[in-house]
Structures are given as structure tokens and as C-alpha cells.
């Protein structure tokens, strides 16, 4: 009797230690699913884009997301037909409107109220930018 009491003793000892092991499983693996979607949230950054036509007519305006350390070309890539020229370095049409072609036109490029000065690959974009993209003719 007693050799079958420490045998359903120890069988039951294995069930519920098999139980809690998967119920500590599965809570892992529900942390581990969630934690790469939170740390996404937290990493995701805003930035507002405007494009003009020579400083008047408004063609868009957006706020989109980013990722910390993204560069404004791969932004303006990720969330408008771009056409770039000058091996892929400046941005010469978005939308559909400019090209490499017409070289009366250009889109200048100015975040938070100042022109840029380099390419928007060289410029990596920070929280809140107000970056403005103007379709201006070359004077």
C-alpha cells in the first residue's frame, strides 16, 4: 500500500510540476511576443513633411513615423514615389512631380525653418522635425 500511495504521490508531483512548467511557458513566450511590439512603440518618432510648389500652393501634408538613426531619405522613400538622381544621392521628383529631366526645377529642402545643407541621406531625422519640401524654379 504504501509502495502504490509514494508512486501516485510522485506521479501526481510530476503532473503538476509539468503544468506549472508550461504555464511559465507560455507566460514567457506571451512576454516575449509583446516586448519587441512595445519596444517598436517606444522607438517609433514623428515627423511632420509639407511639400509646396514655389512656396504657395500646398501639395501635401503629413505626419508620418520613424525609427531612431532613420535618415530623411529613407523616411521620404518608405512614404512617397521618389525619383532620385545624381547617383541616387538628391531627391529630384516625389509623387510623380520633378525628375532629373527638368532642370529648371528643383525641390529645396529646409527642416525647422532652415535650409538643409546636405543631402537627405546625410540628414538623419530627429523627434518632432518639420522638414518642408518646396518645388522651386532655379533662378
Known sequence: MKNYLLTLF????????????????????????????EEQQENQLTTSIKLTKEGDEVISEDTVEFEEGESLMEVMDRNFDLTTGFGGDFIV???????????????????????????????TLEENDEVHFDYQKVE
Open 93 to 123: 521628383g516625389i509623387d510623380g512631380l520633378g525628375s532629373e529631366d527638368e532642370s529648371d526645377y528643383y525641390w529645396n529642402i529646409s527642416v525647422n525653418g532652415e535650409s538643409l545643407m546636405v543631402g537627405a541621406n546625410d540628414y
Open 10 to 37: 510522485a506521479a501526481l508531483t510530476l503532473v503538476l510540476a509539468g503544468c506549472a512548467d508550461s504555464t511559465t511557458n507560455e507566460a514567457n513566450q506571451n512576454a516575449n511576443n509583446t516586448a519587441p511590439a
